[in-house]
């Protein structure tokens, strides 16, 4: 697993075009995204109180977009805990891999665009968080 820590997840302002009739963010390239998108999915309907992610990736790279209404990203480097708030559709938090993340407190209606480095691949996935702690701690691969 590749050794990332909490001050490696950021924040990333997307760009912002204004229209008279609304505006429209751009995430078409690395300019805007430090990766090359490789899949994106979108989580909605979250039933209240019900939380989403709680895993770790060995490789892959993602970055979360608040579409509409808010939800917070707990992330953990296994020894550092921190919270971001994404209620901006025009913020992107760039989640690289060796990162636990656990998205909570959705709002009503709130939509979580994902864009990641790769496609699905099941192998990538730590979602024992006693298991992602050894690895994080040690820096061996699963």
Not at 28 to 49: K, L, M, N, S
Request: net charge negative.
């Amino acid at each position: 697993m590749k050794r990332a820590t909490i001050s490696d997840c950021r924040i990333i302002e997307l760009p912002k075009v204004h229209f008279k009739a609304g505006n429209m963010s751009i995430a078409d390239g690395v300019d805007e995204v430090p990766f090359r998108v490789a899949r994106a999915f979108w989580i909605y309907d979250i039933p209240a109180g019900e939380s989403r992610g709680a895993h770790a990736h060995h490789e892959c790279h993602q970055f979360m977009i608040a579409g509409s209404g808010s939800f917070e990203v707990e992330v953990d480097d296994g020894r550092e805990k921190k919270t971001f708030y994404l209620n901006r559709p025009f913020y992107g938090l760039h989640l690289p891999p060796g990162i636990w993340a656990h998205e909570l407190n959705f709002s009503a209606g709130a939509i979580c665009i994902v864009l990641t480095s790769h496609p699905y691949e099941d192998e990538d996935y730590i979602t024992d968080y006693d298991e992602y702690r050894r690895l994080a701690l040690s820096g061996e691969r699963h």
